[in-house]
């Protein structure tokens, strides 16, 4: 059981390449989340999903597109990348909203460089 | 203004010492908070789910006040283990799901 898992770790892109970042998760969880993280701020919410073919906007979700085809999978997609998109990426999953259902399973993270 | 709001410290505390954290919150219709733990260059983790009555989990303990809107973190007996970003975090009920973290507040314990 390897929980969320997140690839690649690392990447370096120049501005204006695109990339997709994968996010997998093994528990059969409904929710996917994608999170960006940066120094002096909390995590903030990119896109969601609730369950296998919708996705939601979160709270930045401007030069991000995601799909969710297979319920274990969250794609997260830069078409046209920027400096300020450098940041650390999260991806987390949970069995639903609310209660105990509602914990938040994260994977390693993706560091990305945009020069 | 922050929506989630958090000392961003650090705190240095000796080992042993009781070490506790605030954090607060605007919006008044919140329906979960939870305190998450994040080591340096790690994912966070759920330290524990913060209820109504206040909940208590070995030497960590968590309180609510809602009509303060704020939550606090009391960790006693200080072990070097627990250096680590400590976040806060609240969840709403308006349009439909909505999860706010806050910046974290760093511990380092001390030998």
């Known amino acids: 059981n390897a929980g969320v898992t997140q690839t690649p770790k690392f990447r370096v892109l120049k501005t204006g390449q695109s990339m997709t970042l994968l996010c997998a998760q093994d528990?059969?969880?409904?929710?996917m989340y994608w999170y960006r993280q940066d120094p002096g701020m909390g995590l903030r919410l990119i896109h969601y999903?609730?369950?296998?073919?919708?996705?939601a906007k979160g709270e930045v979700p401007d030069g991000y597109n995601v799909s969710r085809l297979k319920k274990q999978n969250f794609l997260l997609g830069l078409e046209s990348a920027a400096p300020s998109q450098t940041s650390v990426y999260f991806c987390?999953?949970?069995?639903?909203?609310?209660?105990?259902?509602?914990?938040?399973?994260f994977g390693p993270g993706t560091r990305l460089l945009v020069l | 203004r922050k929506e989630v709001e958090q000392d961003p410290g650090p705190f240095n505390v000796p080992e042993g010492a009781t070490v506790a954290f605030n954090c607060t919150y605007s919006?008044?219709?919140?329906?979960?908070f939870f305190w998450y733990r994040q080591d340096c260059r790690k994912e966070p983790k759920l330290l524990m789910s913060v209820y109504s009555s206040g909940n208590e989990d070995g030497r960590f303990t968590a309180q609510l006040n809602r009509a303060s809107q704020y939550i606090s973190l009391l960790i006693r007996d200080s072990k070097l283990s627990d250096s680590a970003t400590y976040l806060c975090?609240?969840?709403?009920?308006?349009?439909?799901?909505?999860?706010?973290f806050g910046a974290g507040t760093r511990l380092f314990v001390k030998a």
């Open positions: 919006n008044s219709a919140s329906q979960s």
């Open positions: 975090v609240v969840r709403g009920n308006t349009g439909g799901f909505k999860t706010i």
């Open positions: 987390a999953s949970s069995q639903g909203p609310q209660g105990a259902k509602e914990t938040q399973y």
């Open positions: 999903s609730v369950g296998e073919g919708t996705t």
């Open positions: 528990m059969n969880h409904e929710y």
